[in-house]
């Protein structure tokens, strides 16, 4: 089974790290603002984060009153950053890939992840598995990049734009051709998993999820119109897609 742990590798890191402590990033800016929204209410609740990184969504839930969050990533050196920055008397963290997390014997009220699902090579086993460790009547709430994005396959430009550089469309191609993508991001070959937007909603609701929120990036545009270079995409093509999915 492929499992590719770029967040391990030192340029990658680096680069992830210092995108991530810039205030005007695209997590702080467009992911967390959505998916705190369709959040349950936290208060008491037993939550467990997918793809935890460097658990700033961890200490995030404990502030909204979660009884306890366990975070699991890949990545020794995400979990090394959580566990410094982000600790309290009940975050856990505990390396695990996607196709590992069997080994967890509990169940949970609220099951989270942001950003970290497209990077599974099996979308519908992992919402199988997601489902199985749900309390009943429990949320599964997620961000992870839209299949608009994951589309792009690093053959062509992502944009057209005008002679000055400014985004006139997005350009897609391959879109029905499903499966690993290896682009140059930061590193040669980062590698992440196409899915279509069908294969996204079956795969939840064939895992027994009802879907009771869907939304897609989107960013003020104050943020679009002063960081155009970050942000002026997100008008022609959402980089994010987010579930509330009930159990
Ligand atoms: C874009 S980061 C997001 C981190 C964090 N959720 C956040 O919002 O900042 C994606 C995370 O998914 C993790 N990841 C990638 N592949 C994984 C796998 N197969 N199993 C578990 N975690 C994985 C990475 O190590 C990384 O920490």
Known sequence: MSKQNIYDNDSFYDNFKSNRADSINFNDVIETPIITAMLPDMKGKKVLDIGCG?????????GLGAASVLGTDISEKMLAYARENNSAENITYRRLAFEELAEIEEK???ITSSLAFDY?????????????????????????SHPIDTSYDGTYDRYTRTETGERLYANLRNYAVEG??????????????????????????????????????????????????????TIHQPQFIFFRCRK
Not at 200 to 215: D, K, R, S, V, Y
């Open 120 to 144: 599974a090579e099996d979308f519908g086993a992992l919402m199988k598995q997601i489902y199985g460790m749900l309390n009943d009547g429990g949320k599964l709430v997620f961000s992870m």
């Open 180 to 233: 690993v993508r290896r682009i140059k991001w930061v590193v040669d070959e980062y590698e992440l998993y196409h899915i279509t937007f069908a294969t996204l909603i079956n795969g939840l609701t064939g895992a027994g999820f009802i879907i009771e929120e869907c939304e897609e990036a989107k960013v003020p545009e104050e943020i679009s119109v002063k960081y155009p270079e970050k942000f002026g995409g």
């Open 54 to 62: 460097m658990g700033q969504h961890a200490m995030q839930y404990v």
């Open 108 to 110: 949970f009220d609220v």
